[in-house]
């Protein structure tokens, strides 16, 4: 390889192309990667500048594996046949990122082939994000954690790294640690939203609500420029933290319609992302029975989630989704996606199917619950149920909890008060601040005839007006 051939990228790393545009377009790839940008499409611009750039096909092949399947294939195969004029750091994006992409990938695998890829690179921090997004759907913080640990020492003064360290810390309930680095990222690029996200995450887990919904509202004016999913997702804290601090519904409709819903009038949305943190409200609402002040919201979201082109997308969604057809009447469409991720379920390996026994048995569990079969969903999830276990749908801590509620209410509702007030006192102990979780103690305590009754209640009021009142 000619010397004249060589250009660096953002990280400093050797790419084998003449072309500055080539390098000046894969650089405004991971900026947009790791800003959850609008413009990630900006990759296909590389190759068009240089189509025999290893790094510049992998990455688009990449790109467009989630976006339009079926045009990655060329790319992929463009940059498979100059692998031989690649650098190093080429070969091992190329390596790590052609086995994340390949049928029936071994995860673990996946995460060595990147763990030693930022062992030799270690400011490559889309690479990074991409290896923590694998962590993410395997559930593994932990192992999200080692690698963003291990190139801190590389990235000490980057922007964008003190968010990716962030996140695996509050996963892992490291809430100070997490808000020390969300809060040196914040002073870094005040812009980062998965930063000021991280930061949200923290305060809401703290139950310091109206600090949360302060502080993300001030930096609301950022998301514009962001993708769907992160814009509706970050809007959908913000009303998480007005729901959680007992806040009007009306202002948790106000945000839904002006934020969420809405986001879908932009000729560059991308349907299921808004639909995911949709969905995610709803279900919160509907465990809190005020869905009445939603109107027709649902069954308006529900006409759309009849598009089978919105299913398996995303597992996390598709659970989501079986409750709201289920819930809004549309059963045989539920039952069809139903039957379609037990066949998705049934052909993945023994390994994969170990580590998604516990989201194929809650996305059925939502099912029957969406149909109104408390019982039947209650013995699905069984008596040890934890939401945390069923991560690999690809959900945070936060996703989850909602799950971890519908069960609380299902056991109140089905004779279960003496489980259910273990439960939840249990939870209480972590997050102490929630009215609605002190309700649900105070019904317990009711049914079960616990004289502590009057001291949930007088919690829960207080709670009530402690927030936003």
Known sequence: MERGEVKVDK???????SSDACISAINAFYVQVL?????????????????????ANILAAHFLCSSDPSKAHPYLQAANSRLEQATPYEKAVFDSVNYLISGDRDDDVAFELHSKLLKCFPKDLVSLKRAQLLCFYMARNDLSLDLVQQVLPSNQQEEYVYGLLAFPLLELGRMAEAENAARKGYEINKQDCW????????LQYECRFKEAVEFMESCSSSWDSCLSFMLTHNWWHVALCYMEGYSPIER????????????????DTFGPEVYLNALGLFLRVHVRGQMDAFEDRLQTLARRLTDRANWYIDWQLDVLVLWALANTGEISEAEELLKGLKSRFSKMNKKKQQSMQSSIMLAEAMYEYGKGNEKHAMELLGPNFDADNCKTIGASGEQVDVFNEVWYCMLLNNGQATKATEVIEKRIKARDGIPFLWRLLERGYKQTGRPEVAIASEKARGLETAYFS
Do not use: F, M
Not at 42 to 53: F, G, K, R
Not at 195 to 202: E, I, M, P
Not at 256 to 265: A, C, F, Q, T
């Open 252 to 267: 948790i409709l106000e945000v839904y319609d002006h934020h969420i819903w809405k986001e879908l009038e932009k000729v």
């Open 35 to 55: 800003s959850y940008g609008r413009g990630r499409s900006v990759i296909l611009e590389a190759p068009t500048h240089d189509s025999n750039c290893v790094l």
């Open 195 to 202: 930063t000021q996200h991280n930061l949200c995450h923290v």
């Open 11 to 17: 990280w400093g790393y050797e790419v084998n192309t």
